[in-house]
């Protein structure tokens, strides 16, 4: 049987405030010691105020995207580099708000995951369908071509995926669990190489404490990469504990 440690990631998002930082002390008093990881997400200009904090009780730092680049002339790009020198673990990329909202396609979601393996983290390659190819019966046609075309050409020692059907996220629909399952499976037997029992796998879209617990049952998912609910404290202490 396979060991896979869950991971809960929290997505801040364009949110969060410097006055935001009692959030750690509030969420780290209602969790009761996960047995898996947790790991927040917030803004770039947070992650400096955040890392010792989130240290200092066991909980990973994140990036939400970073430059394919290693460094030069990208005037407002912060390259996975610098995401590691300010502690982080894990940097977002990939996510359907930066492949629609910013035109990113596969290929330069591939080179972000390569950038971030090469500084040493760990990416997070979000994929997922948009309602009218889930509704067309091609939503795992459409996940799995994601998929290919992210992954970094040569692998990884540690990498986890993420999937957020586009028309679940900030929606409050969700994917069922079954519908999830089944996704799930299909990304795990698409993944290359022999180590895809080790694969992480998240779900991710309106995951919220009284729909977390029937996702987090499924075999195939891995832990849980949650948006509006990780911004209060109770709520995502609440998809923890659930998780634990
Ligand atoms: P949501 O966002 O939980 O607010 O739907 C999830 C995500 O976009 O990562």
Redesign the pocket.
């Known amino acids: 049987m396979a060991q896979r440690r869950v991971l809960i990631?929290g997505?801040w998002?364009m949110h969060g405030m410097k006055a935001d930082l009692d959030w750690i002390a509030k969420f780290a008093a209602l969790v009761s010691a996960p047995s898996g990881e947790v790991a927040v997400c917030p803004p770039v200009t947070l992650l400096d105020a955040f890392a010792a904090p989130l240290a200092s009780h066991a909980i990973a730092l994140g990036g939400q995207d970073c430059s394919p680049e290693a460094s030069g002339a990208f005037t407002g790009d912060i390259s996975a580099a610098m995401l590691a020198d300010i502690g982080c673990t894990y940097v977002?990329v990939g996510?359907?708000?930066r492949r629609d909202g910013h035109g990113e396609t596969s290929a330069l979601v591939r080179r972000k995951a390569e950038a971030v393996i090469a500084a040493g983290l760990v990416p997070i390659i979000?994929v997922g369908e948009h309602l009218a190819e889930r509704e067309a019966g091609r939503a795992v046609e459409t996940v799995l071509d994601q998929l290919a075309h992210s992954l970094p050409e040569a692998g990884a020692a540690d990498l986890v995926i993420?999937y957020?059907p586009v028309w679940?996220?900030?929606?409050?629909r969700?994917a069922g669990p079954e519908e999830a399952q089944q996704m799930h499976t299909a990304i795990r037997a698409a993944f290359p190489g022999s180590d895809r029992h080790l694969l992480r796998i998240l779900y991710?879209?309106?995951?919220?404490p009284d729909n977390a617990a029937s996702l987090l049952a499924c075999p195939d998912i891995d832990g849980?990469?949650?948006?509006?609910?990780?911004l209060d404290p109770h709520q995502f202490a609440e998809i923890v504990n659930l998780a634990s």
């Not at 991710?204 to 919220?208: A, E, P, R, T």
């Open positions: 990631a997505n998002k977002i996510h359907s708000e979000c993420a957020e679940a996220i900030g929606t409050g969700t991710g879209g309106s995951v919220k849980a990469l949650v948006g509006g609910a990780s």
